[in-house]
């Protein structure tokens, strides 16, 4: 009989979406031994509707201003083997503990997550989004899972092995992307992360600009902050990782090369611009389309459904991209040089933000 799973899910203002996820997280095939909302100084009813649901419900006297600090307040509170953390957007698959479980059967193995897909395509940044998971859970995830070196266990509905969480002092606060920190950090120590590509949750993304904005700068920097505590052990302890982070890196650092390229060509060799554009959408096309047509299959999804969604991750691309390279020049470039402190505050996108004590209250900005 494998190990019972607590599940723990932070809550800041989620009135709206939590009742899909504690149904989706009561409703599974194999129940979780114990159900923790960290109500973390809401200023709606997300402790009184989480309540309705016979869940334990922990407030903290004041909002601890990021998911990370809301989930170390649980973390004494939870006595299984397993602590599954869950986002309250977040949906489960009914069979998602049932399926990711088993990955820890292996000793070595101490951090696991599954398939993430959008719960929504009903704006054009939801859409593009929804492709940009599609490509990366069902490309570059399996891929890395093949290596031995996931770049992320998704902090929405990661699973941890308890003991090793709260040896390593909780879920990292020095970072403002807990789950890429505990992930590398992990793997540098000899330890493994699982990817469970059948273990399937659907997450709220963001449905204005403004939403992806701040989340897009968030894991920008927050995938910075990681590059410039971890990558030379990395290197040193976890090559085929490194070599992940680096390759992430370059595609930040070429990106404005390839999406400039019909334009310089055109400039450069003086031809028409519409069949250098076509060369590039046909280019752009062919590493896209099979990753696509597989995910589509895999997950019984409409192919004109999601053949429709592509151009809209053209428009999310450009914010990714404006941002991973404020990132690099912030979190790589002025945070050694003391020029800046880098983002500090997390920010989720949805309502007001509150500031985490003893940091700043605003990012400095590029």
Request: aromatic residues 10%; charged residues 20%; hydrophobic residues 45%.
């Amino acid at each position: 009989m494998r190990s019972g799973v607590t599940v723990i899910i932070p809550a800041h203002d989620e009135e709206a979406g939590l009742p899909a996820t504690l149904e989706s997280v009561l409703g599974q095939t194999i129940p979780a031994e114990r159900v923790i909302v960290v109500d973390d100084a809401s200023r709606d009813r997300t402790g009184e509707v989480a309540r309705r649901y016979g869940v334990e419900v922990l407030r903290p006297p004041r909002n601890l201003g990021s998911k990370a600090r809301a989930q170390n307040y649980a973390l004494p509170h939870c006595t299984s083997e397993l602590v599954l953390a869950v986002d309250a957007d977040t949906v489960l698959a009914r069979d998602y503990i049932e399926r990711i479980t088993p990955a820890f059967d292996d000793p070595e193995v101490v951090v696991a997550a599954g398939n993430v897909q959008t719960r929504f395509a009903r704006t054009v940044w939801e859409r593009g989004r929804s492709v940009e998971y599609l490509f990366g859970f069902h490309w570059h995830r399996p891929i890395q899972q093949r290596a031995d070196s996931p770049m992320v266990c998704s902090g929405c509905c990661s699973v941890f092995r308890r003991r090793v969480l709260a040896d390593f002092g909780g879920f990292p606060e020095r970072t403002i992307v807990e789950d890429m920190d505990f992930t590398w950090s992990q793997q540098i120590a000899g330890r493994r992360a699982r990817y469970v590509s059948d273990a399937v949750a659907w997450a709220a993304d963001p449905e204005t600009l403004l939403y992806l904005r701040k989340q897009v700068w968030r894991w920008m920097a927050g995938f910075c902050q990681n590059v410039r505590i971890h990558t030379g052990q990395l290197i040193v302890r976890k090559p085929m990782l490194a070599v992940w982070v680096l390759l992430a890196l370059l595609e930040i650092l070429t990106a404005p090369l390839w999406w400039s390229a019909p334009f310089v060509l055109t400039l450069a060799l003086d031809r028409p611009v519409l069949p250098t554009v076509s060369w590039w959408l046909s280019a752009e096309l062919l590493f896209t389309l099979p990753p696509l047509v597989y995910a589509a299959r895999r997950r019984r999804l409409s192919l004109r459904g999601v053949l429709f969604n592509i151009p809209c991750v053209y428009p999310a691309k450009l914010v990714n991209l404006w941002y991973a390279w404020k990132a690099v020049v912030v979190e790589l470039v002025l945070v050694p040089l003391r020029l800046s402190k880098g983002l500090t505050v997390y920010e989720k996108g949805r309502g007001p933000t509150a500031p985490s004590p003893g940091l700043s209250t605003r990012a400095s900005p590029a």
